[in-house]
């Protein structure tokens, strides 16, 4: 069974630009969550998504947000960039909710300019 | 609100010898617990986790942890540690009916030969 895979890895934008990462969760897993991975802030929780339908979502700014679409797969945006954005933004996903094993996929690693 | 508070942000240690982890969480409902391991530039993986029942967990790669609910602690060991095992160890938590997991800051475990 593949794993969860996140595109792309790697990615350089600047300041003011928007962006959309995408993940694609195991198959049969319906919950995905989003989150941001910085050296001064550690692992923060971003957003939770199941059957399309965000049902938590952590104290970000308006300008991160995300979907999913009917085959779990999600994406989420990140809209006038700032230089703080820089972080690996990790994409988890797991059968039905946070109490299941959650699986993540090796992130995206976002820089800022 | 739940919160995540790893005492240790590093730990070295010598091949071979023990090492125990450390992890306190507050929460004023049900909590399940969980550890994860992240290697460089990896995602994060499951150790261990705890939902309920026994109170002593064995997760992989010969890691256990002990659930104490009087002390609110997660504290994850290992009797013999290996070069390998060096990575970030990340303590979580998700509260019961929540929709989102709360991460610890992160230890880094540095096994020395």
């Known amino acids: 069974k593949a794993g969860v895979t996140q595109t792309p890895r790697y990615l350089i934008k600047t300041r003011g630009q928007q962006v959309t990462l995408s993940c694609s969760p195991i198959s049969g897993h319906r919950s995905v969550s989003w989150y941001q991975q910085t050296p001064g802030q550690g692992l923060q929780f971003l957003f939770e998504?199941?059957?399309?339908?965000?049902?938590n979502k952590g104290n970000f700014p308006g300008r991160f947000s995300g979907r999913q679409f009917s085959n779990s797969r999600s994406e989420m945006n990140v809209s006038t960039l700032e230089l703080g954005d820089s972080a690996l933004y990790l994409c988890a996903s797991s059968q039905a909710g946070l109490v299941d094993i959650q699986y993540f996929g090796a992130g995206t690693r976002l820089s800022v300019l | 609100a739940q919160s995540v508070t790893q005492l240790d942000s590093q730990v070295p240690v010598f091949e071979e010898a023990p090492v125990e982890l450390r992890c306190n969480y507050s929460s004023s409902v049900s909590v399940y617990l969980f550890w994860y391991v992240q290697y460089p530039n990896q995602g994060l993986q499951l150790l261990l986790k705890?939902?309920?029942?026994?109170?002593l967990v064995k997760g992989i790669n010969g890691f256990e942890a002990e659930f104490n609910k009087s002390q609110t602690s997660f504290h994850l060991r290992k009797p013999s540690v290996h070069i390998s095992d060096t990575a970030e160890y990340f303590c979580a938590v998700s509260e019961d009916g929540g929709f989102k997991t709360i991460f610890g800051a992160g230890t880094r475990l540095f096994v020395k030969a």
């Open positions: 705890y939902l309920s029942g026994s109170t």
């Open positions: 998504y199941f059957s399309e339908t965000q049902r």
